[in-house]
């Protein structure tokens, strides 16, 4: 079955940095696409960063310039390079990844993956 585990979470003082990380086990065709999503409590659960299979990123207005998203597809992993983190940063990060099945006809599927927590103190 297709997994994703990241890593890296964990408590920073406003200003700092963290590097998430996160990592595609399992069988599938293809990767369309990897993403980086955040939840609060009582909120949506929000894109943050994505990556196509071409290299294409795409950031929150609320990071840009602040957040790096990154592949390194030898080992089916994406990265999450969080600099400048503020207050509101804090929250659950997951990872998403976007594959094409070993049985699909084109059309993808989405996973998740666990979360990992951020929390940046003020």
């Known amino acids: 079955q297709v997994q994703l585990v990241e890593s890296g979470g964990g408590l920073v003082q406003a200003g700092g940095s963290l590097r998430l990380s996160c990592v595609l086990s399992?069988?599938?065709?293809?990767?369309?696409?990897m993403n980086w999503y955040r939840q609060t409590p009582g909120k949506q659960r929000e894109l943050v960063a994505s990556?196509?299979?071409?290299?294409?990123?795409n950031y929150a207005d609320s990071v840009k310039g602040r957040f790096t998203i990154s592949r390194e597809n030898a080992k089916n992993m994406v990265d999450l390079q969080m600099n400048s983190l503020k207050n509101e940063d804090t929250a659950v990060y997951y990872c998403?990844?976007?594959?094409?099945?070993?049985?699909?006809?084109?059309?993808?599927?989405?996973?998740w993956g666990q979360g990992t927590p951020v929390t940046v103190s003020s």
């Open positions: 998403n990844a976007e594959l094409y099945p070993l049985c699909s006809a084109g059309t993808t599927r989405t996973y």
């Open positions: 399992g069988r599938f065709f293809r990767i369309n696409a």
């Open positions: 990556i196509t299979s071409g290299g294409t990123t």
